[in-house]
């Protein structure tokens, strides 16, 4: 069985920092992709950012570039959302996935494999 456990949400003033972190277990880590996701309230969910787990890679939406930052770590299969600098507009509830094929793709759209039940993330000036 597929778990995506999510974990480090919370309340910060707005420019503060908070880092999310996701366990994966019952999946083949190594052939998956994972993102970040994030719904704020009465929005659609977009995509956050992206991590290839077989090559690092990684992509952003445009409006976290240069304040977030995806990373893993590969032996505990676990992936981290590093946030920085935190506005108003990032409040909302963030949700680890992950996805096998065409991963930037299904990012994009939405569509992944499994999902975590989310975090919860607030900012406040």
């Known amino acids: 069985q597929v778990q995506l456990v999510e974990s480090g949400g919370g309340s910060v003033q707005t420019g503060g920092s908070l880092r999310l972190s996701c366990a994966a277990s019952?999946?083949?880590?190594?052939?998956?992709?994972m993102g970040w996701f994030r719904q704020p309230p009465g929005k659609e969910r977009e995509g956050v950012a992206l991590?290839?787990?077989?090559?690092?890679?990684?992509y952003y939406v445009d409006s976290v570039k240069g304040r977030f930052t995806i990373s893993q770590d590969y032996a505990k299969k676990t992936i981290y959302l590093q946030m920085n600098s935190l506005k108003a507009e990032d409040t909302g509830m963030y949700y680890c996935?992950?996805?096998?094929?065409?991963?930037?793709?299904?990012?994009?759209?939405?569509?992944?494999?499994?999902w975590g039940k989310g975090t919860l993330v607030t900012v406040s000036s």
């Open positions: 996935a992950a996805v096998i094929h065409n991963c930037y793709t299904y990012w994009r759209k939405g569509v992944m494999d499994y």
């Open positions: 019952g999946l083949r880590y190594e052939t998956n992709c």
């Open positions: 991590i290839l787990a077989f090559d690092n890679s990684t």
